[in-house]
Structures are given as C-alpha cells and as structure tokens.
Nanobody, 120 residues
Framework: QVQLVESGGGLVQAGGSLRLSCAASGRTLSSYTLGWFRQAPGKEREFVAA????????YYADSVKGRFTISRDSAENTVYLQMNSLKPEDTAVYYCNAALTIATMTRGSWGQGTQVTVSS
C-alpha cells in the first residue's frame, strides 16, 4: 500500500505559477510510475502528467504541455508538478497517483487531493 500526501495548492491569478508536491510512503517507490490527475467541478477526473520510475520518461496531457513540468526526487520519494502560465480552466482538485505502470494508473493509489484555483 502506498500513501500519498499532496501539498502546494492555492489561489493564483491567471498567468501565475504554483508548484505541487506529493510525498509518498509505505513502499519502495523506485519501480512506480508517479503522476497527477485533476478533477474540476462537474467533470470527470482527467490525466495531467506522469513520470516513469526512472524519471527519464514523462507524459503530459495536451492541455498542459509546455506549461506544466513533472519531476521526481527518488531519494525523497516525492513527485512535483510545476505549473506555469496558469489559466482559469486549470482550476480543479489535483490528485497525486502512484501505479506500477502508466496503463494502470487509474487503479493505483491516490492522495487526498489539493485545490488549485486560478482567477481570471
């Protein structure tokens, strides 16, 4: 079982930046794919970004490419999401995720979520 705790959410104006962090514990995470999903009010949870266990391969939703950057610190068992040029449509609860593969992320472990609100 993997425990995930997100932090770093908040209120920011459009065009601003935020950095989300997710601290993981419970198992050796060196073989896990880590990632972020988000869920806006009235919408389904959607994939945002993921990073492979090695940190070499990253994946992004088209809507955030060029604006968001995912990274991981394996020594600290932490994954980050740097969000730049934020838009009001980025407003959502952001969830950290850990899974053995990117294909199985929706069946993986989830954090409790952190709210990101972007004002226009």
């Amino acid at each position: 079982q993997v425990q995930l705790v997100e932090s770093g959410g908040g209120l920011v104006q459009a065009g601003g930046s935020l950095r989300l962090s997710c601290a993981a514990s419970g198992r050796t995470l060196s073989s896990y794919t880590l990632g972020w999903f988000r869920q806006a009010p009235g919408k389904e949870r959607e994939f945002v970004a993921a990073i492979s266990w090695s940190g070499v391969t990253t994946y992004y939703a088209d809507s955030v490419k060029g604006r968001f950057t995912i990274s991981r610190d394996s020594a600290e068992n932490t994954v980050y999401l740097q969000m730049n040029s934020l838009k009001p449509e980025d407003t959502a609860v952001y969830y950290c995720n850990a899974a053995l593969t990117i294909a199985t992320m929706t069946r993986g472990s989830w954090g409790q979520g952190t709210q990101v609100t972007v004002s226009s």
